[in-house]
T-cell receptor, first 113, second 112 residues
Framework: DTAVSQTPKYLVTQMGNDKSIKCEQN?????MYWYKQDSKKFLKIMFS???????INETVPNRFSPKSPDKAHLNLHINSLELGDSAVYFC????????????FGPGTRLLVL | GNSVTQMEGPVTLSEEAFLTINCTYT??????LFWYVQYPGEGLQLLLK?????DKGSNKGFEATYRKETTSFHLEKGSVQVSDSAVYFC???????????FGTGTSLTVIP
């Protein structure tokens, strides 16, 4: 009965590879987000989708591309991985009716070697 | 623009000590305010929230009051436990609810 789930939980890969992280929410929310958390725990929003439409696209390299096949899913594809992409990536979702509270997934720990 | 400033850590307290983590914000209008907690190796969990001035959010012995006059939302707990060791994030939600603004996080370690 996990509310927001992400796969994989851990991802170790080589520089230059392409990888995807998947996110699913079963809360019926209409807005989903991707955040990046660096080693100092600083959280930075990357993207936000509302009803499958991109509404926030912060300054991130265009190697990062979100894809939302439906309201319940928001996947993150990363091309040509770099060392600096190593971080924890969190997916989150919210519904306006719940006073915009965001519910977070458990995170995907990405390590680029 | 909107922003959140919270006190820097790390904070180390003995069990049963009183905790305050300061948080101030800058925003237009009346944002909603939140405290999230991140336990080691986990995602963020909502701890408490307040949606209008003078509201008090509370949960698990933690409290925070939305103070519009001082633009603050300080987190307090009267007696911390070892299990409270975590990173605490203050956040605000803009009026449209499309974006959250998180503080930098405050790491708390409670020692027996």
């Amino acid at each position: 009965d996990t509310a927001v789930s992400q796969t994989p939980k851990y991802l170790v890969t080589q520089m230059g590879n392409d990888k995807s992280i998947k996110c699913e929410q079963n809360l019926g929310h209409d807005t989903m987000y991707w955040y990046k958390q660096d080693s100092k725990k600083f959280l930075k929003i990357m993207f936000s989708y509302n009803n499958k439409e991109l509404i926030i696209n912060e300054t991130v390299p265009n190697r990062f591309s979100p894809k939302s096949p439906d309201k319940a899913h928001l996947n993150l594809h990363i091309n040509s991985l770099e060392l600096g992409d190593s971080a924890v990536y969190f997916c989150a979702s919210s519904q306006v009716a719940s006073m915009k509270t965001q519910y977070f997934g458990p995170g995907t720990r990405l390590l680029v070697l | 623009g909107n922003s959140v400033t919270q006190m820097e850590g790390p904070v180390t307290l003995s069990e049963e000590a009183f905790l305050t983590i300061n948080c101030t914000y800058t925003a237009t209008g009346y944002p909603s305010l939140f405290w999230y907690v991140q336990y080691p190796g986990e995602g963020l969990q909502l701890l408490l929230k307040a949606t209008k001035a003078d509201d008090k959010g509370s949960n698990k012995g933690f409290e925070a009051t939305y103070r519009k006059e001082t633009t603050s939302f300080h987190l307090e707990k009267g007696s911390v436990q070892v299990s409270d060791s975590a990173v605490y994030f203050c956040a605000l939600s803009d009026l449209a609810g499309n974006q959250f603004y998180f503080g930098t996080g405050t790491s708390l370690t409670v020692i027996p």
